[in-house]
């Protein structure tokens, strides 16, 4: 499971790069293969990635003189996982305010969205990182 969440954020983060730099402009067979070929290696990367990154928490919450840290909720992957969180919650609301035209009213409303949506994401963060520090330090 942790590698799938893993493997989904590089892949995003990538794919949010990549589609920077690939040209929409008009169909091109070549550009089209060409935006295949590169998605495919996208996702090559992202699941090495992930494994990569799965494979070093795992060795830092087996070790036991991080168990201290570990206590205290002293770990970054949390501040990681807050940032990652808010921007996919972030992401739902770009699309699901695209579609209400702009008033003062939709203004202060994504406020609202932006700061319940950095609380939810602290706190999802917060569970995520306790349920990943249980059971790797169980095995």
């Known amino acids: 499971m942790l590698v799938v969440f893993f493997t989904i954020v590089y892949f995003r983060c990538f794919v949010f790069v990549l589609n920077l730099f690939l040209s929409h402009d008009?169909?091109?067979?070549?550009a089209?293969?060409?935006n295949v070929?590169?998605?495919?290696?996208?996702?090559?990367?992202?699941?090495g990635l992930a494994e990569l990154t799965k494979k070093k928490m795992v060795q830092w919450y087996?070790?036991?003189?991080?168990?201290?840290?570990?206590e205290r909720g002293n770990f970054?992957?949390?501040?990681?996982?807050?940032?990652?969180?808010f921007l996919y919650l972030l992401h739902v609301i770009a699309v699901i305010f695209d579609h209400i035209p702009w008033t003062t009213l939709t203004d202060i409303l994504a406020?609202?969205?932006?700061v319940i949506a950095f609380i939810a994401s602290v706190g999802l963060a917060e569970f995520t990182e306790k349920?990943?520090?249980e059971k790797?330090?169980?095995e």
Do not use: G, H
Request: a neutral charge; charged letters at 10%; glycine letters at 0%.
């Open 26 to 30: 008009s169909f091109n067979v070549l």
């Open 32 to 34: 089209e293969i060409y």
């Open 136 to 138: 790797y330090r169980q």
């Open 76 to 85: 970054p992957i949390t501040v990681i996982f807050s940032i990652v969180y």
């Open 111 to 114: 406020l609202a969205c932006l």
């Open 37 to 47: 070929v590169s998605w495919v290696i996208v996702f090559i990367v992202s699941v």
């Open 62 to 70: 087996s070790d036991p003189s991080n168990a201290d840290k570990i």
């Open 131 to 133: 349920k990943i520090a």
